[in-house]
């Protein structure tokens, strides 16, 4: 794969902390070099305290941007618009950058459902372990809950799990979803989603 960068060459980057664990970078280069586009992807580390600076820069100098933790959730507020889906799950993967405007999108519930699709896996009534609470696991619990299965949420803090049981039983039945600890785990689950950092470092 040979890049080059020119003064013309459309910038995207993934951004996020930790983000050098990341393959989208490789993805992407390879997909532009196949196609003979001149761009490139890079990843850019950066600290959730430091997300605001840096949009400043993205905002002039980006063609788009993936967005991974812990800035999901951090990067709504700078944007210009934001996709129905992206507001339903209240959380962004994807920025497309025109003409100044940050514009918010989110892949991850399209790309679960598909995956499921992709090996004949159906939820409907089935009970289904989610481990995590942050914004990959709202997007998750959503479509959980909207292809009929049953959710139970298990997270390292028990107030986020509270937080995001509570988030989801205003769109779904609230018998629909159950909270248990870590700890207390056991098993009788028909999946078991990993919606946390682990496997990032």
Known sequence: MDIRVKGDTKLFA?????VMHSISP???????SLNSLNNVHIPLRIPKNCLESYVICIRGNFAGISVTKPHKQDIIKYLDYMAPEADKYKAVNTVKIEDGLLKGFNTDGYGFIKSLELHDIDVKDK?????????AARVLGFEILGLG???????????NAVRLMEELSQYWPRDKISICPIKELSHGYFGVINATPIGMY
């Open 127 to 135: 009970n289904i372990l989610l481990i995590g609470a942050g914004g």
């Open 149 to 159: 299965g049953k959710l139970t949420i298990a997270n390292r803090t028990i107030n």
């Open 14 to 18: 993934s951004i996020g902390d930790p």
């Open 26 to 32: 490789q993805i992407h280069n390879s997909i532009f």
